[in-house]
């Protein structure tokens, strides 16, 4: 799962604004679909003759140091879906820790 240094500070900066509650749930997804998106057209251009192993690939957020496997977007909208659920309130405490240790980085698999 390869690290994508550059869209790393962004996500940081949107998990960071959800948290703070400049922005909602919503607009977090939202965000995140843009950048995977953008993923996707950069790997495309990188990868013309591999287009349908690039189709396949998606952005996974490794929200902090430990978590080898990190989360989908629709993982963190489901588990953000309801925040008085203990997932929501685990992720949230994982999203803070990994912010505070600045762990928190976007892959792309």
Known sequence: MPHQPHYSP???QLFGQFLDQEIDRDTLIGR???MELQ???DADEENEDE???E???SLRIRIFGGDSQGM????IEQDLQDSSHPNAQ???RGIAFGLAEDELEVHYE
Do not use: F, N
């Open 51 to 53: 287009d349908d192993i």
């Open 90 to 92: 685990i992720l949230m």
């Open 72 to 75: 989908s977007i629709s993982e």
């Open 55 to 57: 189709s396949t690939r």
């Open 10 to 12: 962004m996500a940081r």
């Open 32 to 34: 995140l679909q843009e």
């Open 39 to 41: 993923l996707q057209a």
